[in-house]
């Protein structure tokens, strides 16, 4: 597998493995990773910064390994597998692969596996969050609120704006990825459809239909 296959499977099934790595593992899976050269504790402290959650630390490593030679990767995977996540590696890695290899094996292109089509078509990736990012920083508290960020009512909604807001003073575009991470791995309702329509209750259109269209 190429380390452009890896990247692609790992962002295509980004909330999927985040939601599904055991977060009481992730000491152990830090700890084998410096074991194997793969990072190094400065590492840590970055998906650490802010006193963040297990669910942006594992969206963080997640996007730390994505950017990693296949041999990293691979690496990685056995690390799972060691650790009990076994069915992450089988589920959304070897899978994802073995039907990239029979779409990339079929003489046309034209005609993707449906069942696969659809199955992603609500799939949030980095893509997105980084774009939206890019274009709404100023705007993600009202986003926040939309979404919402946090079920509950408008005070807890509140309370974890602030929090995010302490993780990274000053840094709005950074703050905006740590508020749709955080929805993302802990909301039911986090689809593509929902974020856009949301995108577009708050009149950014534009955005949303741009993110449609990834």
């Known amino acids: 597998m190429g380390d452009q296959c890896y990247k692609d499977i790992l962002e295509r099934n980004r909330s999927s ?7 009481d593992k992730l000491q152990d899976i830090y700890n084998d990773l410096r074991s194997a050269n793969i ?8 998906f650490k910064t802010g ?3 297990p669910g942006i630390q594992k ?5 730390f390994v994505r950017r990693r030679p296949k041999e990293d990767v691979e690496t990685f995977c056995d690390i799972l597998c060691k650790r009990g996540d ?6 959304y890695i070897n899978k994802d692969y073995k039907q990239t290899e029979n779409n990339n094996s079929n003489n046309n292109p034209e005609t993707p596996s449906t069942s696969a089509s659809n199955t992603m078509s609500e799939e949030i990736t980095q893509k997105h969050i980084d774009h939206i990012a890019e274009t709404i920083a100023g705007d993600w ?4 609120n939309k979404l919402p960020l946090k079920e509950g009512g408008v005070a807890k909604c509140n309370t974890a ?3 995010i807001q302490t993780q990274n003073p000053g840094d709005l575009q950074q703050q905006c990825v740590d508020m749709l991470t955080e929805w993302m791995t802990s909301a039911e309702n986090a689809t593509k459809s929902h974020l856009c329509k949301c995108l577009r209750d708050m009149g950014k259109k534009k955005t949303a239909n741009e993110v449609e269209q990834m």
């Open 161 to 163: 704006i602030k929090q």
């Open 59 to 63: 969206a963080r490593l997640l996007d």
């Open 39 to 46: 990072m190094q504790p400065s590492n840590e402290e970055s």
């Open 17 to 23: 493995i985040i939601d599904d790595i055991d977060s």
């Open 141 to 144: 508290k009202k986003l926040a």
């Open 51 to 53: 006193g963040v959650g």
């Open 86 to 91: 076994a069915h992450v590696v089988k589920k």
